[in-house]
């Protein structure tokens, strides 16, 4: 029995880990790799193994970084069976058409810049195309409801448990046997942030010998979701008051959804304008949100108590829900509006057009209310730049820069070690979906079992 790392082992994106049991192959996860210019490269190369010997994959979540590359795994010979709860699976399709759709438009945008240059070099091809998008949806076989036990096959057994990340987001555990030995393997998956709103908190986990889990916050504490909260508002209406937009970058799948819940019980409890206008200009977030609404199972108390009252809880008075590219880009003539756009990262999406048109205002401000990977537009705007480049354009920073952290989907430090604290003190961690600081600091924490660090193809025997 051994496990390699292929991908989120020393970054926070692209997580990849294969696990090897009587000559089965279990691949956990298959994200895309996000961020820096040579981590777009890096989505090219090789797995570091065979597609095609893969036997199945199982899916924790929907977030690109966990599914994006899938389309590519099929495409270099991956037939195997693809397993997840029934609302990741609903989401991971839209996710990965939209991703095809970015390959193909930026794949044409440089092949556009190449042909008015001399030396044009080779054409640039998609990573994958919505071909391959669709065609690897047939490898999605069963869902899996949480807390059930599923038979891979023989000596393979896979449960899954609510990670509370995003909907339909799950921990993973494996418990394998092979000529006599017997492990149980547990994948943290993304774990989710307690007391916030949408879904319940993570399940607690079960026991394991090997314990694989992120780091994403292992070096920092978030701010309580109370104080976020009035930072929201309080910077909402200071900018709508100056006639500026605020810019909100954000994740199409629950960060979205969890921004329209608090905006809607800010109207309600009086704290912002009832006829605030709001624009959630990203399809794929309008789509993710009618995807939440057919998954209430996912739902906590507290959204379940909205919907029982007759309200939606995502609907709000001056919301306007933007699919086209038209009406996107006539938003550069809004004034005192909230703008919703992804990507959370700025990495790509309408946000950048937004941006564009609104960064250099002093009067507009940006509030970012989650991650932002070294790297990205996000981080560079947050870590104070004075210009920052988009579309080939210097741009002045001169609006308002917020960064709110009670809003984060990810488990903070003091969460990371209480999960921890309840596997029953396994044998080996290892510590992935971090950058290196991260999991540096969060090692340091942990008593009680071997640490381990591991780096990009990485393989340890279990």
Same mark, same amino acid.
């Given at each position: ?77 991956f037939t195997g069976k693809i397993i997840t709860t029934a609302a990741t699976r609903e989401l991971a399709r839209l996710v990965m058409l939209d991703s095809a759709r970015i390959q193909e438009e930026e794949a044409r945008y440089r092949n556009y810049k190449a042909s008015k240059k001399k030396d044009r070099g080779e054409p640039v091809e998609p990573l994958y195309d919505t071909l391959d998008a669709l065609n690897c949806l047939d490898n999605f076989s069963g869902t899996v409801d ?77 701010? @309580?979701?109370?104080? #976020? ?5 309080? %910077?909402? =209406?200071? +900018?709508? /008051? *100056? $006639? ?116 250099? @205002?002093?009067?507009? #401000? ?5 991650? %932002?990977? =070294?790297? +990205?537009? /996000? *981080? $560079? ?82």
């Amino acid at each position: 029995m051994h496990i390699s790392f292929h991908g989120a082992a020393g970054n926070v994106t692209g997580s990849c880990f294969l696990i090897e049991c009587r000559g089965k192959r279990v691949l956990i996860d298959c994200g895309l790799y996000q961020g820096k210019r040579e981590l777009e490269e890096d989505n090219r190369n090789d797995f570091g193994f065979d597609p095609a010997a893969i036997d199945y994959l199982l899916l924790t979540h929907a977030h690109l970084d966990h599914c994006g590359r899938i389309p590519l795994l099929s495409k270099w010979g991956f037939t195997g069976k693809i397993i997840t709860t029934a609302a990741t699976r609903e989401l991971a399709r839209l996710v990965m058409l939209d991703s095809a759709r970015i390959q193909e438009e930026e794949a044409r945008y440089r092949n556009y810049k190449a042909s008015k240059k001399k030396d044009r070099g080779e054409p640039v091809e998609p990573l994958y195309d919505t071909l391959d998008a669709l065609n690897c949806l047939d490898n999605f076989s069963g869902t899996v409801d949480f807390m059930t036990a599923h038979d891979l096959c023989p000596g393979i057994r896979a449960s899954f448990f609510n990670a509370g990340h995003i909907l339909g987001s799950a921990g993973i555990l494996l418990e394998l046997e092979d000529t006599g030995r017997r492990s149980r393997v547990l994948f943290s998956g993304d774990l989710g942030y307690d007391d916030r709103a949408l879904l319940p908190d993570p399940a607690p986990p079960p026991h394991a010998d090997t314990v694989i889990m992120e780091t994403t916050y292992g070096n920092r504490e978030h701010k @309580r979701l109370d104080p #976020s909260l009035d930072e929201l508002y309080q %910077a909402i =209406n200071t +900018t709508v /008051a *100056r $006639r500026g937009n605020v810019l909100i970058p954000s994740f199409a799948l629950e960060r979205a959804q969890e921004i329209l819940y608090y905006l809607r019980e800010g109207i309600e409890k009086g704290l912002l304008d009832r006829n605030l206008p709001v624009y959630l200009d990203s399809p794929m977030a309008i789509s993710a949100t009618q995807i939440f609404l057919r998954h209430r199972e996912c739902f906590d108390e507290e959204t379940w108590e909205v919907i029982s009252s007759g309200r939606d809880p995502f609907a709000l008075p001056g919301l306007h829900m933007v699919r086209d590219a038209a009406e996107s880009m006539a938003l550069k003539q809004a004034r005192g509006a909230v703008i919703i756009a992804g990507s959370g990262m700025c990495t790509g999406g309408r946000i950048r057009h937004h941006l564009r048109h609104n960064l250099w @205002r002093p009067e507009s #401000s940006v509030i970012f209310v989650g991650f %932002a990977a =070294n790297g +990205t537009l /996000a *981080r $560079r705007i947050i870590n104070g730049h004075d210009e920052v480049r988009i579309f080939q354009e210097e741009v002045e920073v001169n609006a308002e820069v917020y960064t709110i952290g009670g809003f984060s989907a990810h488990a903070d430090q003091r969460e990371l070690l209480n999960w921890h604290a309840r596997t029953g003190g396994p044998e080996q961690t290892f510590l992935v979906h971090g950058e290196e600081i991260a999991r540096q600091s969060f090692a340091a924490l942990l008593t009680n079992t071997e640490v381990h660090l591991p780096t990009l193809h990485q393989k340890f025997a279990l």
